[in-house]
């Protein structure tokens, strides 16, 4: 994080990423200063509800954040930059998305958490969208453009107010992670009771295992003995607000639709208690780690790995075979993950896997037989994109085998 005041001084002359967070409630027009060499602005976290139009003047700016201000309308300028290919205004006011406001070179729009409810049929013309997120808003209809983007392979749609199915969104030839839980066309009155439900009181939170956008994983204790569960359990406590991938809720009736399975994390038990969403679940045993890291800026929609991380191509046949069966496990009970990511996936030294994360999961068995095909379709993409990204890592004397052949077939 960078300061006004060394912004100001000409401290930061020549820095190609730029992040100023002090409640400012005009852009800075000391940021013009770095406009020969300046690619990533974060101006998330102030009070900013404009932009100048002399934002044009950054002509190497890349990336640009402002999420968490006050913006109601996304601003006309940024359609004109040229160089622009990412924009994040998750968590603004934003009603309105003009025409123009979007790049030429737009590759991940994100305005998650804002109160838009029409989109511009310019969005369909931006045909090097990858990564589109728009989860949390009240869209109603989406352009009838969006056909048009061959190249999309992320699309959150959850927590809107969509009356019908996206049709034309299914035949998108690379989309992979799809979530859409939200929405009045999925809407489920199927009561989902897998697991028993028990009372707050039953147990004690311990340490923080993890936190997602969804809430926070607790190790936990039982305040008296148990015969009914494990002796080792985990609770996640559902945060209250909508999150980048949809409501907390649809997470957690997928989750107990899709039941157990030996490498899906096992839930136990539902938490009574009057507004708070909590999942009783099995302890992970502590050697097992994550299979990889999430995507960077540069990769955009594809896991990335730790620098010198490499698999063996048998690890990486276990770990496919496993990920293939806890596919058609989702997907024979109609709940499509939305997520299948190497960065959810947990392994240990013996190449077993464990997967989680149903945070953009989404229920279909309400959609027509047609759209259910769709959307398992869009999905083993997904699977086809995790077997590939593994591959990438494999080590350099087992890419010449037979199994690496018959692997990368297989990958998309």
């Keep these: 994080m960078h300061t006004l005041a060394q912004l100001n001084a000409g401290e930061l ?11 400012l409630t005009e852009f800075p027009t000391a940021i013009f200063t770095l406009a020969d060499s300046l690619e990533i602005l ?22 640009i954040f402002a999420s968490h201000n006050c913006f109601e309308t996304l601003p006309e300028a940024l359609g004109q ?5 990412m924009v994040g205004f998750k968590s603004n006011q934003i009603k309105v998305v003009p025409e123009q406001s979007l790049p030429e070179k737009l590759r991940w729009l994100i305005l998650t958490d804002n109160q838009i409810e029409t989109l511009p049929e310019s969005l369909g013309e931006r045909s090097r ?4 997120a728009l989860a949390g808003n009240r869209l109603k209809t989406l352009p009838s453009t969006l056909h048009q983007l061959k190249n999309l392979e992320l699309l959150r749609l959850s927590a809107n107010q969509l009356t019908v199915c996206p049709d034309q969104l299914l035949n998108l030839p690379k989309l992979a992670w799809f979530a859409f839980a939200g929405n009045p066309f999925c809407q489920s009155d199927v009561a989902i ?13 311990k340490n923080v295992l993890g936190q997602g956008a969804s809430g926070i994983i607790y190790q936990a204790s039982w305040n008296a003995s148990q015969s009914q569960f494990p002796t080792d359990i985990a609770v996640k406590v559902f945060k209250g607000e909508v ?13 107990l639709k899709v039941g157990n399975h030996p490498n ?23 050697h097992y780690k994550n299979l990889g890291l999430p995507p960077c800026l540069q990769s955009c929609t594809r896991d990335t790995f730790p620098v010198g991380f490499s698999l063996s191509i048998k690890q990486i046949d276990k770990i496919v075979k496993q990920m293939q069966a806890v596919f058609e496990h989702l997907h024979k009970n109609q709940v499509c993950h939305g ?5 959810n996936t947990l392994v240990d030294e013996q190449a077993n896997i464990i997967f989680g994360d149903f945070g953009a999961a989404s229920m279909y068995h309400m959609l027509t037989a047609e759209q259910q095909h769709k959307v398992k379709k869009i999905e083993f993409r997904a699977l086809q994109y995790f077997t590939d990204d593994l591959l990438s890592v494999c080590v350099i004397e087992d890419k010449k085998g037979e199994v690496y052949q018959q692997l990368k077939m297989l990958s998309y």
């Design 13 to 23: 002359a020549g820095i190609t990423r730029l992040s100023l967070s002090e409640k």
């Design 42 to 63: 974060d101006l998330s976290h102030n009070q900013l509800s404009t932009l100048p139009d002399e934002i044009t003047q950054l002509h190497k700016l890349k990336i």
């Design 81 to 85: 930059c040229k160089s622009l290919e």
């Design 129 to 132: 969208l990858q990564k589109l």
């Design 193 to 205: 009771k897998s697991v028993p439900t028990i009372k707050s009181a039953s147990y004690t939170l």
């Design 243 to 255: 999150t980048s991938d949809g409501y907390p809720q649809d997470e957690l009736q997928a989750c």
């Design 264 to 286: 899906l994390v096992q839930s136990l038990a539902q938490v009574e208690k009057p507004d708070t969403l909590s999942l009783i679940m099995d302890l992970i045993p502590a």
């Design 339 to 343: 997520d299948l990511y190497a960065h």
